[in-house]
């Protein structure tokens, strides 16, 4: 999927230095832009949380 074919919403979120440094740091390790970084972490927690 192109960027111009996703259809998402847009948020601006504040995120905890440490927390932030994380995540990017998860996304430079998988070659994926930091937003979606944050949106698989989110399915992953979703999917999880669903399963319990």
Known sequence: MTSSQ???K???I???TELFDK???MAEDDSRPFSQ???KL???AIKERESK
């Open 23 to 25: 995540i990017a740091q």
């Open 42 to 44: 989110c399915q992953e």
């Open 14 to 16: 504040t995120f905890p």
């Open 10 to 12: 847009r948020i601006t």
């Open 37 to 39: 970084m944050v949106v």
């Open 6 to 8: 996703y259809k998402g």
